[in-house]
């Protein structure tokens, strides 16, 4: 029960028991003043009525008498009027029966009055006439106290209305500052951290508002302190100085992450190398160098603004590299409208020609860190052997695969409405062994009947504009088999091309839709990246999610990228990679991982730690206080039904 139907309640049985004391308190005054005033008039009309008979020369006369009694019986007042003769006799005598219209019967009942009579000796001459008794009719008054028992009811009743308006209006004002504090507790739990102002005057209402803004104030100042302490690391950690980009450890990181079953990036690495840039350095000197690298990084921010890759970064003096989603000819499509950018960096101007850039593109497919660097690096050494501004593909496929953008259409279309894609499933398991999620992985097969991941196809279905389809045929999937038969939640990776199109978004509706008559959680993800540059299909998207009582996550958390994110978004888990907290090669943890592990927990937010593939990393991260992990050491993707 509300607080205002709590006092409504009293003050109601108040006013009833006000309006009872009063009205019985009235009444009985009421009751006293007319009992005496019907008594009096009874007695007067006897001793008026007495009189005029004695004055009458034939005073025993019925017919004189008759007309008499019926002068005054015509007033409506009377119920008896008789005249009894000395010897007993009735004279004359006049009466009515009682009926009180307009008067309910149980107001009668409730409110019994004596019969007021009066009584007078009737005189002829100075012998005695008889006695003559006039009974008063009750009648007129027992409309009188009727009308004012109504009429002081509907003042109460008024009255009543009035009062519990003004409390209505009241209570209304005075608890505005805890409707604001409820707002500001769901807030806290949305992870918002709002102040309430003004601060109400009433003294035991400003206690509590002034206790929930310190409460915000604190909760805002630790996740600033744990963003900065993160910040602060991730410069010092991942951050190359004389160009503003990442380093090579953030590039090597990124790569790392690609390594892992779970990872949902789908590209290509791209490696830039500025030919005799050590040589111009000598000549020209340091801040010269400094200026050009400082230019160069600014291009490259600007390039990426907006698209799909990764963070760039500087491996080295004269390398810059970074990540694209897409296939090798959108990466080269993109090297090439940068060297045209380059060529007009003020740096440049006056340059010798011989400081020109040459670059590498080297599919991110099956096959591990050391195998793309090495492409890499033999990729860039043939650009250089080819001269200014060369771009070498390098690397090589191990699955039967179509070649050019036309085969690769065909066989993803066919794919696509063949369904010659599976689902394959990998859980994240507690410490103690409990599955919180099987996350849901695509694969195909090749010509030779090879398992394809999707880091292989998908590059291309994106530069095709095929990711969508993919991506509302494993709704599709799931729908038909995968909701009936588990009983973890099931994590779905977004694609990007998810939020850039309406189209999926009905088909993802039936899929939260289906999952909840299952009575099945459905997990839905996106990285980090994705997420960040598409803040409002992000908002609208979490609110659907939450509506539908299902879970939205965000996947491949990084630390370099900017932290906000996660308390604009109610998210209610976060995936971050096991190779994003390795500080360094030798597999030891990063110091970061306490202040992100306060950070996730002060705002609700559960935090998963994926990429786990060896006994010692499991190890380490136990000692550390990871509750959540997946990975192949703990479980081997299983295909589904």
């Known amino acids: 029960m509300t607080l205002f139907k709590q006092i409504a309640l009293l003050v109601t049985l108040g006013f009833l028991l006000i309006t009872g004391i009063l009205l019985a308190n009235n009444f009985q005054q009421n009751a006293r003043f007319l009992q005496g005033q019907m008594q009096t008039t009874a007695q007067d009309m006897a001793t008026t009525l007495g009189i005029a008979i004695s004055n009458l020369p034939g005073g025993d006369d019925p017919a004189t008498l008759e007309t008499l009694f019926n002068a005054v019986f015509d007033s409506g007042y009377y119920s008896l009027i008789e005249l009894i003769g000395v010897d007993g006799r009735v004279i004359q005598s006049k009466?009515?029966?009682?009926?009180?219209?307009?008067?309910?019967?149980?107001?009668?009942?409730?409110?019994?009055?004596?019969?007021?009579?009066?009584?007078?000796?009737?005189?002829?001459?100075?012998?005695?006439?008889?006695?003559?008794?006039?009974?008063l009719h009750p009648g007129y008054f027992y409309g009188s106290l009727y009308r004012a028992l109504i009429d002081t009811l509907k003042w109460f009743a008024l009255l009543f209305l009035v009062s519990i308006l003004?409390?209505?209006?009241?209570?209304?004002?005075?608890?505005?500052?805890?409707?604001?504090?409820?707002?500001?507790?769901?807030?806290?739990?949305?992870?918002?951290?709002?102040?309430?102002?003004?601060?109400?005057?009433?003294r035991e209402l400003k206690s509590v508002v002034e206790a929930m803004n310190r409460l915000s104030q604190r909760m805002q100042t630790l996740f600033d302190e744990q963003q900065r302490n993160l910040d602060r690391y991730n410069r010092l950690l991942y951050r190359d100085e004389g160009s503003g980009l990442g380093n090579r450890r953030y590039l090597l990181e990124q790569l790392r992450q690609t390594e892992s079953e779970a990872s949902a990036f789908h590209g290509c690495l791209c490696v830039i190398r500025i030919a005799h840039f050590e040589q111009q350095r000598e000549y020209l000197g340091y801040p010269w160098a400094d200026r050009l690298l400082r230019e160069l990084g600014e291009l490259l921010r600007a390039t990426h603004a907006g698209?799909?890759?990764?963070?760039?970064?500087?491996?080295?003096?004269?390398?810059?590299?970074?990540?694209?989603?897409?296939?090798?000819?959108?990466?080269?499509?993109?090297?090439?409208?940068?060297?045209?950018?380059?060529?007009?960096?003020?740096?440049?101007?006056?340059?010798?020609?011989e400081l020109w850039p040459v670059a590498a593109v080297v599919r991110l497919g099956q096959g591990r860190l050391g195998d793309w660097l090495a492409a890499a690096d033999y990729a860039l050494s043939r650009a250089e052997s080819r001269g200014a501004w060369a771009i070498e593909l390098g690397g090589h496929e191990q699955f039967h695969l179509p070649q050019g953008r036309q085969a690769w259409r065909g066989w993803l279309e066919a794919m696509i409405t063949q369904r010659r894609l599976f689902l394959v499933s990998q859980a994240a398991l507690t410490a103690?062994?409990?599955?919180?999620?099987?996350?849901?992985?695509?694969?195909a097969y090749d010509e030779e009947q090879q398992v394809v991941p999707a880091s292989a196809f998908m590059p291309m279905a994106a530069g095709l504009g095929l990711a969508l389809d993919i991506d509302r045929l494993v709704f599709e999937m799931i729908r038909e088999g995968r909701c009936s038969d588990v009983d973890a939640p099931l994590a779905v990776n977004l694609s990007a091309a998810f939020f850039e199109a309406a189209e999926?978004?009905?088909?993802?509706?039936?899929?939260?839709r289906h999952c909840r008559e299952q009575q099945v959680v459905l997990c839905a993800e996106a990285s980090h990246h994705v997420l960040l540059h598409h803040p409002l299909m992000r908002e609208r998207l979490a609110r659907r999610i939450a509506d539908q009582g299902h879970r939205f996550g965000i996947d491949n958390l990084d630390p370099a990228l900017p932290l906000d994110l996660l308390k604009?978004?109610?998210?209610?888990?976060?995936?971050?990679?096991?190779?994003?907290?390795?500080?360094?090669?030798?597999?030891?943890?990063?110091?970061?991982?306490?202040?992100?592990?306060a950070m996730t927990d002060a705002l609700g937010i559960e935090l998963i730690v994926v990429g786990v593939d060896s006994e010692a990393l499991y190890r380490q991260l136990l000692d550390i206080g990871v509750e959540v992990m997946q990975g192949d050491w703990l479980s081997h993707p299983q295909q589904s039904p």
């Open 95 to 135: 009466g009515q029966r009682i009926q009180v219209e307009g008067v309910p019967q149980w107001f009668i009942d409730a409110l019994p009055l004596q019969p007021a009579q009066g009584v007078t000796t009737v005189m002829k001459g100075w012998s005695q006439l008889g006695r003559l008794r006039v009974v």
């Open 568 to 597: 604009q978004t109610g998210f209610s888990y976060a995936k971050i990679n096991v190779r994003t907290l390795a500080g360094d090669s030798d597999g030891e943890l990063a110091a970061s991982y306490p202040s992100l592990k």
């Open 307 to 353: 698209v799909h890759a990764e963070k760039p970064s500087r491996l080295g003096d004269q390398e810059f590299a970074f990540l694209i989603e897409g296939d090798e000819e959108a990466a080269v499509e993109m090297l090439a409208a940068l060297f045209h950018k380059l060529r007009a960096l003020p740096a440049l101007h006056g340059v010798d020609t």
């Open 504 to 512: 999926g978004q009905r088909d993802f509706d039936e899929l939260m």
């Open 166 to 202: 003004l409390l209505w209006l009241l209570l209304h004002a005075l608890l505005r500052p805890l409707q604001r504090v409820r707002e500001q507790a769901d807030a806290l739990s949305q992870n918002r951290f709002i102040l309430q102002e003004p601060v109400p005057r009433t």
């Open 432 to 443: 103690n062994g409990q599955v919180r999620q099987q996350e849901l992985l695509i694969r």
